[in-house]
């Protein structure tokens, strides 16, 4: 059952330490208080006020993550403290220089089918007594369009709509199914200008958002202060209280009672607690335990709804079938490959700006791996019976049938391989056969086959370990290697081909997974201050 156990735990005590309580509760950090009454007062105020700044520091760290891709440039430095109104404030000037831009391309867009006209002279000729506009008409009205009189009619456009300008003494014609457009504050070679100067500010701007986002930690930090705070002011505001004393309840998961309860003996507040199980009428909030692998498929559970606190979760029933299913549906490598791919890219444009987007790239690459499984299968699995028994598959096949029929194995050190090749075919051998006549071809290539597999799945973990120690820097470098090995010709071959060499392979394989994990483990703090440790003593 992924879904927790819940303990229901009511505290009373004096007034005077309700603060310091919630405080404890907070950095236990697995306790669910109800709220007893309303939100009111200078407690309603004072909350709104820290959700207020909880979403602004979350916006500023999504606005950061924009440009974590982006070369950091140096800038003056500024206090932990200082950072976020830093931030806020640059953010604020980038975004309106893109509102700028935005303007000035639309512009451009507009002013390019009519030139880089000079509006001094415009306006010179406007002085003059000569009347220039510009106009904009339908292309279906323009074929019946009569010019007025003493008006001479200029088109510098035909597409959807036809734009031309006219130029009369005097006053500006009235031009019937046309609409008049103003001129522009600047001529084309001044909106270019102004674009190139704006979109070097901003890339200067990006540079030291990149260098702001580098510290991106510190707002995180203030962004879990200032949620602890929601969070504490919002129990504060609902507590129940008497003129001596306060109260609250709420849930625990049930494994952490005694824990909890040891908590608070340590910290010497004069509490009194009461835990039970969730009566029948009562309904707990739900905490959902998965492990790595059910944990990806929470986005599509959470299509269905989440199960009540007393159902059965059907998670990890339903991980292992979904990705299952879409590996057989795919049946690729390739497209499998190419699928992974398009998740690590979306993971990486998208991964930090958009919520509940991590789980779903994960799903998408365990789709994708599935798919790369199942089409290594498609490659090694049909027809292995069709092409007759090579000579040293006839070889090893005779070495497993006398295992089969006599019992036992004899090693001969004089010829033949050790016994791991033969005791691998027993049970697939015994799954359809009782005598060495009865196998047929499928029971003993079965055998290389599935180790095959067993190679693949041990690749997935020479990737890099959290640490960065690992075969491949990355995960796009890992799963090419495991393509290549599942489409290489030799490798199909041989892993169809009932020898020791595919079980050699898998072996050495999970010898490197052995040594990179070893050395990963010894790189990790904890581990090389014990060596250092080590060293320590032994040089004194």
Known sequence: MAIARMTRVFIVGPVDVQEETVRLLQTLGAVHVEPASEMAGEFER???????RVKKLDRVMADLARFKDRQAAPHETITDEELTGYAEEILLTYQDMELRVQSLERLKTDLTPWGNFDLSHIHALEAAGLAVRRYRMEAS????FQPPENVLVEVVARKRDVLFYTLSLGESPEVAHASPLNWPEMNLAEVDAELHRHREQMESLSGELASVGERAGVIRKQWIGALNEAAFTGTMATLYREPYLFGLQGWIPQDQETGFKAKLAE????????????LDGEEPPILIRNNWFVRRIQPLQQLYGLPRYRHLDPSSFFAPFMVLFFGICLSDAGYGMLFYLIAYLMGKKWGG???????VVKLCKAFAVAAIIIGALVLRVPRLDQRPMHGDEANQAVRTGLLLDQGYYHYDPADHHGPTLYFAAWPFCRASADTFAETTEWNFRLVPVTFSLLTLLLMLGLGSCANGHGLFVNRVGLYSAALLTVVSPAMVYYNRFFIQESMLITFLTGMLLCAVRYVAALCTPEVSGKRSEVRDRRSG
């Open 46 to 52: 004072k909350n709104g006020a820290v959700v207020a």
């Open 141 to 144: 009205r323009w074929e019946e």
């Open 267 to 278: 910290s010497g507040l004069p509490l009194h607690t009461v835990a039970r199980g969730p």
């Open 353 to 359: 700006k958009i919520e509940g987007m991590g789980l």
